[in-house]
């Protein structure tokens, strides 16, 4: 991680580990609390309309991989093949667009917080199903706690192609710091407000991740953050210094080599 005096030691990283965890610990009690009457309130809205289960549950990988089971507000009917209820649009339901487009669906997630398998900002949980379709450095998303909200979801959310969204990902794993995650969250609330990158391009919710393709043309055309592209329409401003931060070989591309200004915020 580069600081603004220049990589940070062993000892500052076990620091910001410490207080990034008890930061955790106390904004998700108090979210918690603050919010319960909402939660109760959304609760018995999906036990009337959708029915039982109100949660939705479902197991996810987290720091270094290992498993845990991601608590969310039900958002969908079940699969119903016999009633044409199959896809995803077809299964996103009025309540669920609301909920997920004000981020409520994710308060029971807070609980995952408080439990110690997740940080409010961090590389967001994807499916299982993905462990075995990243690059080893896309992998690398998983060596810290993944988050509610983290610097992709600031960046563009689900509107974000994946190679893209890992390249965040692992460079917020390689920069973070307690400015940065400070930043983040403020940045969250401005993109829920404003309800930016809730669904993917002709898609209800999110696309699935098929791997990385490697075919020529696409990996010569793929762009890096701070390459350009429809976020990042202007320079992003440099650090104090001037120092820039590797991206790396993040997408699959053997060359396609990238750099962002020390200073992280891109858009």
Sequence with gaps: MIGPSGPVTPVGRTRYDRTKRLLDVVLAI????????????VAVVIAVTLGRPVLFRQARPGRHGELFELVKFRTMRPVDVAGGVVTDRDRLTRLGRRLRATSM????TLWNVVR?????VGPRPLLVDYLDRYTPAQARRHEVRPGITGLAQVRGRNAMPFPERFAHDVWYVDNRSLRMD?????????????RRGITAPGNPTMPEFLGNPTMPEFLG?????????????????????GRTAPLGDLTGS???????????RTG
């Design 105 to 108: 669906d994710e308060l029971p």
């Design 30 to 41: 108090l979210l918690l609390l603050v919010a319960s009457p909402v939660m109760l309130a």
């Design 116 to 120: 110690g398998e997740m940080s409010l």
């Design 182 to 194: 400070l930043h983040i969250l403020v940045e969250t609330v401005g993109a829920v407000l404003h």
């Design 254 to 264: 053997r060359g396609a080599a990238g750099h962002w200004p020390a200073d992280w």
């Design 221 to 241: 055309g793929t762009e890096l953050p701070g390459q350009g592209g429809a976020d990042h329409d202007a320079p992003a401003p440099s650090g104090p210094d």
